[in-house]
């Protein structure tokens, strides 16, 4: 279970305090329960799921993670640049302490990755498909609960796009997925409710339709 | 009020670092797409910890001595470079002994024990901005990456030494130290100002981004003053009581100390003040990254 309770969110600029991203958003997220993020360009989706995984702490308000919560894949980032795949891949099975499995692990995500001999070359020279293959054969490596995704797929190509799609389903019934996505097909696919996010506040929906149905609606025509 | 702020900071940080393995293990259901389950029971806090440092401390290493061409090799190159121009003009200018010491021993003493502070404190200072990507795993805190780069940076710079030190050795100077725990005291304290130093200057040029260059203004001067090359015991009064306010001073002094005790001292020596300055920034800076922690990583 996930409790987001009263959160505010606001960066710091050049020029001193940003206007706020998040003005109060609460919700709580079931166990086992997979929820699609939606909102326009801006509206604090990143932001939220970064607040979820952790990488970022509210300025106000709290959040419980009473599971094992990924860290946010996708444009997050999570990837050392200068360091190879595999030298990253090690650095995250360390640091989750499996220093004695090591090698087992790594081979696995090298397999589920596929990308070659480009698994042996410094990320910073990956496309963005390749960024984004690596960083989900990363986290599908770890035992979470809840897995949070940032558009994660949407810069993979169709065989990856398949791929993900068999592991995320894979996952039902024993963990969920917290997923922004732009693609209305790739929500409605895995996730059943859904919060719209919309002038820094949160709506919540039980069925994710019904949510891309509000998000919708105050798209001008 | 303000403890009572500071101590709920810190349980929720320490939340945070346990909140991956805590509670929930689903039911265990054969996986599909070949990648392995079963993960290690909860870790404790300092276990966390440790395996990040672990996992840092070799990507740290890796970057720093292969990440270039040959970068190990040029590891060497700066602090060399200054010793043998520096012994070049020296001999130019016909001086044998300074303080009463074998000028190399003197030069190579003082080069090495600047270096392990200068060194130090450059590479903490863009520690965290180098390791921005890994905060995305709330395990890694920036102070993490601080502590770890330091602890590198100053075993780097001990082989460095002992190699410049084993050079002039078969060159047939005395390279072996009269009091080595003096050596060692001397060092530590140098090495803990860098540490001091790189904790507070990371959080300083993350927060505000013209840290960098004021910091790089202020290195200059600091290697000129203290006593790399140039003896402070030759500064005339009243100068000299301003500049043995530097803890660095101390800290060559010490250095150089232990390895003859003929070495003419500053009569101002005392290694209680080096390490007091060394207290005081360590302090200071651990301070600066707890109460900045949360604003460190924010992208």
């Known amino acids: 279970m996930i409790v987001v309770d009263d959160v505010h969110k606001r960066y710091l600029t050049d020029h001193g305090q940003g206007p706020w991203v998040l003005q109060g958003v609460s919700f709580t997220i079931p166990p086992g329960l997979s929820v699609g993020v939606v909102g326009r360009n801006g509206a604090g989706k990143s932001t939220l799921l970064r607040l979820i995984g952790g990488t970022d702490m509210p300025n106000r308000g709290r959040i419980e993670r009473h599971c094992r919560v990924s860290w946010p894949m996708g444009f997050g980032g999570g990837l050392q640049g200068s360091l190879t795949g595999r030298q990253n891949a090690k650095f995250v099975c360390r640091i989750h302490g499996h220093e004695n499995e090591l090698n087992e692990r790594v081979a696995q995500i090298a397999a589920f990755a596929e990308i070659g001999d480009y698994f042996d070359e410094p990320v910073k020279t990956y496309s963005s498909g390749m960024r984004s293959r690596l960083q989900f054969a990363l986290s599908l490596a770890f035992d979470f609960d809840v897995y949070i995704s940032d558009e994660v797929t949407s810069t993979g190509d169709a065989a990856f796009k398949k791929k993900a799609a068999d592991a995320f389903k894979s996952l039902t019934g024993r963990s969920s997925l917290i997923m922004v996505s732009h693609g209305e097909g790739t929500l409605k696919e895995f996730c059943s409710a859904g919060i719209w996010l919309h002038e820094g506040r949160a709506q919540w929906f039980d069925a994710i339709d019904d949510a891309l149905r509000a998000y919708k609606e105050t798209i001008p025509k | ?299």
């Open chain 2, 1 to 299: 009020m303000r403890a009572r702020k500071l101590r709920r900071r810190a349980t929720k940080a320490q939340n945070n670092k346990m909140s991956s393995v805590s509670e929930g293990h689903g039911p265990d259901i054969p996986v599909q797409h070949g990648l392995r389950r079963g993960d290690a029971a909860a870790r404790s806090p300092l276990a966390v910890t440790l395996s990040v440092w672990r996992a840092l401390m070799l990507r740290e290493a890796l970057t720093r001595l292969f990440s270039k061409r040959a970068a190990w090799a040029w590891l060497m190159a700066e602090p060399l470079f200054h010793i043998s121009y520096m012994l070049a003009i020296f001999t130019g200018l016909r001086a044998r002994t300074m303080g009463g010491i074998d000028i190399v021993i003197w030069l190579i003493s003082g080069m090495c024990a600047f270096f392990i502070f200068r060194r130090t404190a450059n590479q903490l200072e863009h520690a965290i901005d180098a390791n921005m990507a890994l905060f995305a795993y709330r395990q890694v805190k920036p102070v993490d990456t601080v502590i770890v780069r330091g602890v590198l940076e100053g075993i780097l710079m001990l082989v460095v030494s002992l190699i410049i030190f084993g050079a002039a050795g078969l060159w047939g100077h005395d390279i072996l130290p009269d009091a080595p725990l003096m050596v060692a005291a001397g060092v530590l304290g140098l090495w803990l100002i860098g540490l001091g130093w790189g904790l507070i200057t990371s959080v300083l040029t993350s927060l505000i981004s013209e840290m960098s260059m004021l910091l790089g203004f202020v290195m200059m001067p600091l290697f000129l003053l203290s006593g790399v090359f140039m003896p402070v015991s030759s500064i005339p009064q009243p100068y000299r009581d301003w500049v043995v306010l530097n803890p660095i001073v101390h800290g060559l002094e010490a250095v150089r100390l232990g390895f003859t005790p003929y070495y003419h001292a500053i009569p101002e020596f005392d290694l209680g003040y080096l390490f007091l300055w060394a207290l005081g920034m360590n302090f200071m800076g651990l301070v600066l990254q707890r109460r900045f922690a949360e604003r460190l990583v924010q992208q």
